[in-house]
């Protein structure tokens, strides 16, 4: 028997004894680590906006891209990542982030739900046009690398599809999760 509840989510000592004498000392771990269970992102469609488009004479598109993380019960700090990988280039264009790096690193609470924004950059040269009107490119993939607690999880991406007639970006036809 023991003498106090065992804690919830907790490590504790059990002492055990045959002879009501002397005591074994038993330590019983403490509560798993954190778990992130579920990282989700998508583009904000209400952010997309082209901008600045004489900057390197090509195009220059903003988004949002909101997240949202579950972590299950445990102990510690509750960690995941979402990285964006620019368009692999085509037969007339090319692209890259603004800012090296375009990763997203999201930290929670256990057994909690995180949410978050954060905003994107994305150039692309002359062959993807300042302004869009009048170019041949149909779309372009974004290509989405996840972790949770530092483990891969399985790919996705973004898939932005340009009208004809305006050339910006048909957010009923795009993929923005």
């Known amino acids: ?27 019983i771990g403490g509560p798993p680590p954190c778990d992130c269970v579920a990282l989700a992102a998508q583009i904000v469609p209400s952010s997309i906006k082209f901008t600045d488009p004489g900057e390197i ?11 949202t993380m579950t972590c299950a019960s445990g102990a510690g700090d509750c960690q995941g990542s979402i990285t964006l990988v620019a368009p692999k280039k085509g037969k007339v264009y090319s692209s890259v982030f603004k800012k090296p790096g375009a990763t997203i690193t999201c930290g929670g609470d256990c057994n909690a739900t995180t949410k978050g924004t954060k905003h994107f950059v994305l150039i692309g040269n002359r062959g993807l046009g300042g302004d869009r009107r009048g170019k041949n490119v149909a779309g372009i993939g974004i290509a989405v690398k996840r972790t949770c607690q530092g ?8 898939v932005l599809i340009f009208t004809k007639s305006t050339a910006l970006v048909d957010k009923k036809k795009s993929k923005l999760s």
């Open 1 to 27: 028997m023991t003498d106090a509840p065992y804690p919830v989510n907790g490590g504790a000592e059990l002492h055990v004894s045959d002879d009501c004498q002397s005591d074994t000392v038993i330590v």
């Open 151 to 158: 483990k891969p999880l399985g790919g996705g991406g973004f």
């Open 57 to 67: 004479g090509g195009m220059h598109l903003e988004f949002d891209v909101a997240w």
